[in-house]
T-cell receptor, first 116, second 117 residues
Framework: AQSVAQPEDQVNVAEGNPLTVKCTYS??????LFWYVQYPNRGLQFLLK??????LVKGSYGFEAEFNKSQTSFHLKKPSALVSDSALYFCAVRGPIYNQGGKLIFGQGTELSVKP | DTEVTQTPKHLVMGMTNKKSLKCEQH?????MYWYKQKAKKPPELMFV???????INESVPSRFSPECPNSSLLNLHLHALQPEDSALYLC????????????????FGDGTRLSIL
């Protein structure tokens, strides 16, 4: 069965410092991984995805994620955090390609707080 | 601005009321989704429509009734809800649900915040 884990409920970072939000996955077959962000009183916004190809994926708002097959991880990173990055971040894996492929399995979420 | 529009933004209803949530997208997407989200928790999938047909019902109580009148619209009809149904209800759409179409991201609306008195 597909699953994702976000081991940190909360991450605190000072503005200007690099940030990392961790995600590990468990899938049978090739992983198809996504990161979403949710700002207060908003829906989820897509940041980036890994389907195949380069292990470093670049996304919206200066975010990137590193896919590591041996460690089954897909950590979200940004070189310099902004206060406006403060939000709830979800890692997700999609279902098996020919059965419920579009169903997303979400991690529990990580609340990122960036202080000035 | 989100490309998936949900109305109303807020809804307060009694346990005996009947109401409907609406969702609209004009991106030509053929898969549409309803999720329920509690505060600071991940969204929980409720229903999936693929090409206007119900593909997934995640064992949702019958007091929630989805409807997909056409490829752009998705409704969620509510009746005799319980206090524990108070939550943010999110609609999403994506290019497709199966095969390589499912590699495309889901686009979410900003939700309807539902309160049951």
């Amino acid at each position: 069965a597909q699953s994702v884990a976000q081991p940190e409920d909360q991450v605190n970072v000072a503005e200007g410092n690099p940030l990392t939000v961790k995600c590990t996955y468990s899938v049978s077959g090739n992983p198809y991984l996504f990161w979403y962000v949710q700002y207060p009183n908003r829906g989820l916004q897509f940041l980036l995805k890994y389907i195949t190809g380069d292990n470093l994926v670049k996304g919206s708002y200066g975010f990137e994620a590193e896919f590591n097959k041996s460690q089954t991880s897909f950590h979200l990173k940004k070189p310099s955090a902004l206060v406006s990055d403060s939000a709830l971040y979800f890692c997700a894996v999609r279902g098996p390609i020919y059965n419920q492929g579009g169903k997303l399995i979400f991690g529990q979420g990580t609340e990122l707080s960036v202080k000035p | 601005d989100t490309e998936v529009t949900q109305t109303p933004k807020h809804l307060v209803m009694g346990m005996t009321n009947k109401k409907s949530l609406k969702c609209e997208q004009h991106m030509g997407h053929r898969a549409m989704y309803w999720y329920k989200q509690k505060a600071k928790k991940p969204p929980e999938l409720m229903f999936v429509y693929s090409y206007e047909k119900l593909s997934i019902n995640e064992s949702v109580p019958s007091r929630f009734s989805p409807e997909c009148p056409n490829s752009s619209l998705l409704n969620l009809h509510l009746h005799a809800l319980q206090p524990e149904d108070s939550a943010l209800y999110l609609c999403a759409s994506s290019q497709g649900f199966l095969g390589s179409e499912a590699n495309q991201p889901q686009h979410f609306g900003d939700g309807t915040r539902l309160s049951i008195l």
